[in-house]
């Protein structure tokens, strides 16, 4: 909600404050229902203190798409893009889809496209987003446009759910993995060592090495805290670098048993934006463009790339895929299939469903494969350390009897 400060008339007469509202006008409408005839009114700046801080998209995506759906059906029901949008502002349950809607509303007012002001929100509208709805306005279609737009969020949310579901597991039992040989390494090892000195004798191989470990995990813990900072920041930082973004999204894509994966959900994804473009009539070079911002793999945007650089000489889209490894024969097939017929949205539809059905099976494979992996890793790392501990112990048995 934005802040204003107003000066107004009221029945004790001229009035100065403050009220939050989504909107301008909306700040008017509130004030007048309490008897208060505005009479100037301002915005006031955030603060760092009192701005709305937000990481990503602010809209939560089964909002956005609920609020897709809602608009088609009041669109289709005949009512002007004016109203609906008044309407959505105060039903949605985002505040950050609310305060947008309440300034879109205000643009529209004065005359400009929903598509123009729309574009002020990239955060909430994506390129992929306002260009459909540009496609929608020229063909008259905007209703159409909306529930395409439902759907293909729908499908990737749908999606990247299931590549998460996939890395959640693994991710939570090497987490684990490494919680409990850190404790044991800085709590149970070191009560032994004592122990271990008083024998004397020559120790084990694999109880020096658990003992080296543990002093040094208790000693120079904070280097390797250091040293997990310093992956995580060297992560980030090769992600934003595109140069460098390129060769570590080849080697994810390298990678065994998720790479296949994240190819995959990639193609898909790739597909169904293309798809979803076509079928809105977004001119083909514009939606390669976009396309490109869309997918989240510099390797696979670079051959879109590619294929663009074709399409301007000329020559076909799918001339550039064929020799590329990340694409299969199943793509460039299907697309030239496309191209020769007319019906390349129709084709790219077709792949996009195959691919996310891959993406299903490939997830459903993965969980029944890297759980007992995960549990073997888990159990090697322990009955490591416990075996270290185990083995002098018996020595020291042994030791004992011959001695009685």
């Known amino acids: 909600m934005a802040r204003f400060k107003y000066t107004a008339r009221g029945k004790k007469g001229k009035l100065e404050g403050t009220i939050q509202a989504g909107s301008k006008r909306e700040a008017v409408v509130r004030l007048r229902e309490e008897g208060i005839r505005v009479i100037d009114i301002t915005d006031i700046p955030d603060t760092f203190l009192t701005r709305d801080i937000t990481i990503g998209n602010p809209v939560k995506l ?27 502002a105060y039903q949605t349950e985002s505040k950050g889809l609310k305060r947008a809607l309440l300034d879109i509303e205000q643009e529209l007012r004065q005359g400009n496209p929903f598509s123009e002001a729309i574009t002020k929100y990239k955060k909430i509208f994506s390129p992929m987003f306002v260009n459909m709805i540009k496609a929608g306005e020229v063909s008259g279609n905007m209703d159409s446009s909306l529930d395409r737009l439902a759907d293909y969020f729908e499908k990737q949310h749908d999606t990247k759910q299931k590549i998460i579901s996939a890395l959640t597991y693994p991710m939570t039992i090497a987490i684990v ?14 009560t032994f060592v004592q122990m ?8 084990p191989a694999i109880t020096k090495f658990v003992l080296a470990a543990s002093g040094f995990m208790q000693s120079h813990w904070w280097l390797i805290a250091l040293i997990m ?6 992560f980030l930082y090769l992600k934003q670098n595109k140069q460098t973004k390129f060769y570590l999204d080849y080697t994810l894509l390298r990678m065994p048993l998720f790479g296949n994966l994240l190819q995959k959900a990639e193609l898909a994804r790739m597909m169904r934006t293309l798809s979803s473009l076509f079928a809105s009539s977004v001119p083909i070079l514009q939606a390669m463009a976009i396309v ?17 650089d074709s399409l301007e000489k000329g020559h076909s889209m799918a001339e550039p895929l064929k020799n590329h490894w990340a694409f299969p024969p199943l793509v460039t097939q299907m697309i030239i299939i496309g191209e020769e017929t007319g019906a390349l949205d129709s084709m790219l539809d077709k792949i996009a469903q195959f691919y996310e059905k891959e993406v299903d099976t490939v997830t459903d494979r993965l969980k029944s494969l890297i759980e007992p992996i995960m549990i073997i890793i888990l159990a090697a790392l322990v009955g490591t350390i416990v075996t270290s501990i185990i083995v ?13």
């Open 62 to 88: 089964e909002h956005f798409v609920m609020y897709l759906r809602q608009f088609a059906t009041l669109l289709k029901a005949g009512v002007t893009i004016v109203e609906a949008t008044s309407i959505l």
């Open 196 to 203: 271990f000195d008083d024998m004397g004798g020559e120790l």
């Open 292 to 308: 490109e911002k869309v997918v989240e793999n510099e390797v696979i945007a670079k051959a879109i790339r590619d294929s663009r």
């Open 392 to 404: 002098p112990m018996f020595d020291m048995f042994n030791q004992f009897q011959q001695n009685n």
């Open 177 to 190: 993995a490494i919680a409990v040989v850190i404790f044991l390494l800085v709590t149970v090892v070191p």
């Open 229 to 234: 900072a310093a992956l995580v920041v060297g």
